[in-house]
């Protein structure tokens, strides 16, 4: 029997990564004081981060009747954004743009997925290769997303806000050529819904992204101010 949304298998993954990956940052955290350490941590785990999504993308071309090599090419918000987070910590540098374009759909998308995983009943396996690397890569780019801040290797600030909208036009590009290109109407949600029978396609999630990142960009900008010896 496929394994269902809540059921015995996704409510363990649930409470098992969650366990782990509190304690191995915890643990990583307290050990990892010099920043040679903190960067050896980091790189790998955006290594693992690229091996389960690169895992994912090649059981997504394999998954069908025919080969389908353009499925390497991550077609979700949130596939995508593993894959950049994970080469901008691998290649980039401390507080790069990349970073400031993938933190909060890593660190949204992750936790939202990991806990309503709509796909965990598309194989017949809660190990079924596409709904494993799923689940770890949504997972490891939460727990990346953490590790940045608990090193500080990202300041969130309101002079970085555009890199945001690049992000977004990437999206879209990359959502609107999939499409074209290789008929995937669901492509980045441009023109179908992330979930069935609802309205949040690209268009309607976007404004929505931007009041609560403009919401967030305020209350680091306000608490940074408190923190500040008065003069």
């Known amino acids: ?91 980039g540098k401390k507080d790069n743009p990349v970073l400031h374009v993938t933190w909060l759909p890593g660190l949204f998308g992750g936790i939202s997925t990991v806990i309503y995983a709509t796909f965990v009943g598309q194989g017949p396996s809660f190990f079924y290769l596409p709904t494993i690397s799923g689940m770890l890569h949504h997972s490891l780019a939460a727990m990346m997303v953490v590790a940045l801040f608990l090193f500080r290797q990202i300041r969130v600030t309101y002079r970085k806000w555009y890199w945001s909208l690049f992000g977004f036009f990437g999206y879209v590009t990359v959502g609107a050529f999939l499409m074209q290109t290789f008929q995937m109407s669901d492509a980045f949600h441009i023109a179908e819904p992330l979930l069935p029978d609802t309205p949040l396609t690209i268009w309607v999630m976007a404004p929505m992204y931007a009041v609560a990142y403009g919401m967030i960009l305020l209350v680091f900008e306000l608490a940074r101010k408190r923190k500040q010896p008065p003069k």
């Open 1 to 91: 029997m496929s394994p269902k949304l809540y059921g015995i298998e996704h409510i363990l993954y649930i409470i098992l990564s969650t366990l782990l990956g509190s304690v191995c940052l915890l643990v990583a955290k307290k050990w990892a004081r010099s920043e040679k350490s903190q960067k050896y941590i980091l790189r790998s785990l955006a290594l693992c981060l690229l091996v389960a999504i690169v895992t994912n993308r090649v059981s997504q071309v394999f998954r069908y009747d025919t080969v389908r090599w353009y499925c390497l090419i991550p077609d979700s918000i949130c596939g995508m954004t593993s894959l950049v987070l994970a080469l901008g910590v691998l290649l």
